[in-house]
C-alpha cells in the first residue's frame, strides 16, 4: 500500500516539481527557489484539477521521470513515524475492520495511465516493472520471460 512507486522519495522527484511548478507558472523561475519555496508556491494554486492536468500531461510524456503519486511511509512531517509498519502493528487511530488487497487484474489499470505504444513493444511494456517495483520487485531474468508470455499470449490481439 505504502511506497507503490519508489521514484517519488527519491531525490529526483524534486526536479519534477521544479518543472511542474514552472509548468503552472512559466513567470516563475523555480529554480532560483529551494525545493520549500516551490511547494509553497505549488500551494498557492487555487485550482486542484489544474496540478493534476499538468502533472498527467508531463507524466504522459515521460512517465518514469514523472510517476504517479501514491501513499508513502514516511515524509517526517505528516508521517512522522513509519506508517507502514504502524499499519502492521495495529496502532492506528482506527476502531474497525481495515481490508487491503489487490486483484490480478490490477496491471490492467496500467493500460489507462501509460502511452499505448508502451504495449505493443517488448522494450517499452518492460517500464512497468520499474514504475511499480514498490509493489514487488521483479528479477530482470522474470521480466523476459513475463514479458515474452505476455506477447505470445496477445500476439492475435496487438
Do not use: H
Request: charged share 20%; glycine share 6%; proline share 6%.
Amino acid at each position: 500500500m505504502f511506497d507503490i512507486y519508489p521514484a517519488q522519495v527519491q531525490p529526483g522527484i524534486n526536479d519534477c516539481l521544479y518543472d511542474l511548478l514552472e509548468e503552472l507558472n512559466p513567470d516563475i523561475d523555480s529554480r532560483d527557489l529551494n525545493i520549500l519555496e516551490v511547494i509553497d508556491q505549488l500551494r498557492r494554486v487555487e485550482d486542484g484539477k489544474k496540478i493534476d492536468w499538468t502533472w498527467i500531461g508531463l507524466m504522459s510524456n515521460d512517465p518514469i521521470k514523472y510517476p504517479g503519486f501514491a501513499p508513502i511511509n514516511r515524509d517526517g512531517i505528516f508521517y512522522e513515524t513509519d506508517a507502514n509498519q504502524q499499519l502492521i502493528n495495529g496502532d492506528v487511530l482506527f476502531n474497525g475492520t481495515l481490508l487491503f488487497g489487490l486483484n490480478s487484474f490490477e496491471g490492467s489499470l496500467a493500460y489507462l495511465l501509460y502511452p499505448t505504444e508502451w504495449f505493443d513493444q517488448p522494450d517499452k511494456i518492460k517500464n512497468i516493472f520499474t514504475l511499480l517495483s514498490g509493489f514487488k520487485t521483479v528479477p530482470m531474468f522474470q521480466q523476459d520471460q513475463i514479458v515474452q508470455l505476455y506477447f505470445q499470449t496477445y500476439k492475435g490481439i496487438i
